[in-house]
């Protein structure tokens, strides 16, 4: 082989390597092994139905998991209502007590009390995706501000009763779900519906119904640990 071509030979057999190399860093996913909370970039594949809170938890901990976070146990913020045998269920009981920092490394509640406080942190910038992603709120084409919570300001569950919860997670047609609006904007100008938590019910439990109000089927995931 002359010369030349023997040079251009090993040349690009070196680069090969390099190439796939770079390929496979660009196939993966962002990493943020130090964040402690973040909003699910893509809900459940039917509407609001997780299969019930340890589908839900499932869900965060896969999206924490991918995100360099698996260590972490991961919660949804999602509350349960009372119903026959089953015993009511708080979000704010189940994920642990803070800090609670997002992909960026800005801390968006110290604990319990300011994260059910006006000073909590959780807005259009810092109301990011695992990923590090904004999530479309009322600025954007597309608006997935409608973060499923079912659940009262405080972060409590709603009484028992009407279904506020798309029947515990389990729902995809019927029901309805409180949700928050993670952009704290609204169409109104009164409080509730620009809280993080509790801004009003879906309207349905369905995917198309969810997206028709500003929605994703979105949850909040917080590290209880």
């Known amino acids: 082989m002359p010369s030349r071509l023997k040079t251009i030979a090993l040349a690009t ?6 190439i796939m190399t770079g390929d496979l860093q660009a196939q993966q996913p962002p990493q943020f092994p130090k964040m402690t909370f973040f909003i699910s970039s893509t809900g459940a594949t039917n509407g609001a139905d997780f299969g ?3 589908g839900a938890d499932k869900h965060c901990q896969t ?3 991918q995100a ?3 260590g972490r146990t991961w919660r949804a913020y999602l509350s349960v209502q009372a119903e026959g045998n089953t015993k009511a269920v708080n979000a704010r009981d189940r994920i642990g007590n803070g800090p609670w920092v997002n ?3 800005v ?3 110290a604990n319990l009390a300011d994260l059910h406080s006006d000073g909590n942190k959780i807005n259009e910038e810092t109301g990011l995706s695992e990923n590090g992603r904004k999530i479309p709120g009322r600025t954007f084409v597309v608006n997935q501000h409608d973060v499923l919570t079912g659940s009262q300001p405080d972060g409590t569950a709603p009484p028992p009763g009407k279904d506020l919860t798309c029947g515990n997670w389990t729902r995809s047609g019927e029901g309805s779900a409180i949700v928050g609006h993670h952009d704290r904007a609204g169409l109104r100008d009164d409080a509730p519906s620009k809280s993080w938590n509790s801004s009003h019910p879906s309207r349905g439990c369905s995917h198309p119904q969810l997206k028709a109000s500003g929605g994703a089927g979105l949850l909040y995931c917080f590290a209880a640990n």
């Open 107 to 109: 801390q968006i509640a």
């Open 68 to 70: 360099g976070a698996g």
């Open 103 to 105: 992909a960026s490394g």
């Open 52 to 54: 019930g809170l340890d």
């Open 63 to 65: 999206l924490g998991a």
């Open 13 to 18: 057999a070196a680069a090969i390597p390099l």
